[in-house]
């Protein structure tokens, strides 16, 4: 078993930037890859980013241009600028392990608004 907890949502200025962390718990040798995914109101999740390896990302196409992720040990850290109404969303940290689960954290929210 994994366990996430995600900090660093709230309401951010437009224009502004974010960062998010997920702290990872548990059986954190067998995690393989870390990653952020969003949701906002009546869209379907989507990929933030995910990081698979040091040098292996993956990038959502509406962010891949201004953001920025890192892992330390076992905390996810996903900075991102430039926010605008469309990075309004629940911004969901996640894991997968070798044998494949999958374990996601409850969410934080994200408003960016003026």
């Known amino acids: 078993q994994v366990q996430l907890v995600e900090s660093g949502g709230g309401l951010v200025q437009p224009g502004e930037y974010l960062t998010l962390s997920c702290a990872a718990s548990?059986?954190?040798?067998?995690?393989?890859?870390m990653g952020w995914y969003r949701q906002a109101p009546g869209k379907q999740r989507e990929l933030v980013a995910v990081?698979?390896?040091?040098?292996m990302s993956d990038f959502g196409d509406s962010v891949k241009d201004r953001i920025a992720i890192a892992r330390y040990k076992d905390t996810l850290t996903l900075r991102m600028w430039r926010l605008n109404s469309d990075d309004s969303a629940v911004y969901y940290c996640?894991?997968?392990?070798?044998?494949?689960?999958?374990?996601w954290g409850q969410g934080t929210q994200v408003v960016v608004s003026s």
């Open positions: 990081k698979y390896t040091e040098e």
């Open positions: 548990g059986s954190t040798s067998r995690i393989t890859q």
């Open positions: 996640t894991v997968r392990t070798e044998i494949g689960d999958e374990y």
